[in-house]
């Protein structure tokens, strides 16, 4: 096993992702496991065979069909692929209603993150804003590598639907983590010369 995960290593620095998963295959059907399904699945999404990382993700889902690594798996390969259709939307359904049949409200809140994704690939920012709002609630509080993300996407749903001050605040949430984060300190630039600007026409107004 070990020799063959070291071709592995080898084949991903090559870029042979197909090969990689025809390895991964190989060790799954050895000894079945989730872990060695999904990794063959990643394998041939990254190499483009969408049918064979397909079948790799039923097998796993035959194991389990509520299990969390698959079915996120399968979420973020939706969203690479086509975030807009039907079919990601449904996926990213999926993950959640696995979520909440395994108790995990982090899962759960991530899937929200992607249907939120799915409606700001859209445009319906109202939408993506429910959503995204759900998303990050649920995410508050714990280390999950999606928060930052989809609070800056939150913010911009919000830009989009007039609420700045709102729009702000996630910004402001995002640079407390993480005082380098350059999109929340544009996002924060961009509504400070709105706002002086509207404050500059109330002015000449008067």
Same mark, same amino acid.
């Given at each position: +096993? ?7 290593? +080898?084949?991903?620095?090559? @870029? ?40 790799? *993700?039923? &097998? ?36 959640? &209603? ?18 939120? *994704?799915? *409606?700001?690939?859209? @445009? ?33 749903? +919000?830009?989009?639907?007039?609420? +700045? ?5 996630? *910004? ?32 000449? @107004?008067?």
């Amino acid at each position: +096993l070990e020799t063959e995960l070291a071709v592995v290593n +080898l084949l991903y620095k090559q @870029k042979r992702f197909e090969e990689a998963g025809e390895i991964f295959l190989k060790i799954a059907e050895q000894s079945p496991s989730i872990d060695w399904y999904v990794s063959a699945g990643q394998s041939f999404s990254a190499a483009k065979k969408t049918d064979r990382a397909k079948a790799a *993700y039923d &097998k796993a889902l035959a194991i389990d069909p509520n299990s969390l690594k698959t079915r996120l798996q399968l979420a973020v390969d939706a969203q690479s692929a086509d975030a807009t259709s039907d079919a990601a939307l449904a996926t990213f359904g999926e993950l959640k &209603k696995a979520a909440e049949a395994k108790g995990s409200k982090d899962t759960a809140a991530v899937a929200e993150g992607f249907i939120g *994704y799915h *409606y700001i690939a859209l @445009k319906d920012w109202k939408q993506a804003a429910e959503h995204l709002e759900l998303s990050v609630k649920g995410l508050e509080g714990t280390t999950s590598a999606y928060l930052p993300s989809f609070t800056i996407l939150l913010a911009g749903a +919000l830009l989009q639907t007039q609420e +700045l001050e709102k729009a702000k605040q996630c *910004y402001e949430k995002v640079l407390k983590a993480n005082p380098a984060n350059e999109d929340a300190k544009k996002g924060i630039e961009y509504i400070n010369t709105v706002q002086a600007q509207g404050k500059g026409a109330k002015k000449g @107004k008067k």
